[in-house]
């Protein structure tokens, strides 16, 4: 790998991953989740946490990526404001959806 890329990728991986964090701790499926009409053909709730990693590292690889195309810091600045804001919206979401119900 590039030395290049290494402080990008970390920098993603370590905000994905703290956003991760972050929301798991808010989650909390008590038993009103599990007494919410789902339909049948919902997925499993181990099938959760599996997509969510994949969520999560194809936002950080996507940031990434975007940041080597980026020549100029302006634009990067919007692209790190962007990132920012999906973190702080899947944050929201968490607390919205599992905790104020």
Known sequence: MDRVWIFP???A???ATLVALVG???IDT???YASLLKPHWAPPDAA???AWTAIYSCTALAGVTGWRAIARWREREWLLGLFAGNGFLNILWSLVFFRLQ
């Open 9 to 11: 990728v970390c920098i």
């Open 24 to 26: 798991a701790t808010i």
């Open 13 to 15: 991986a370590l905000l």
């Open 30 to 32: 008590g038993s009103w």
């Open 48 to 50: 959760y946490g599996l």
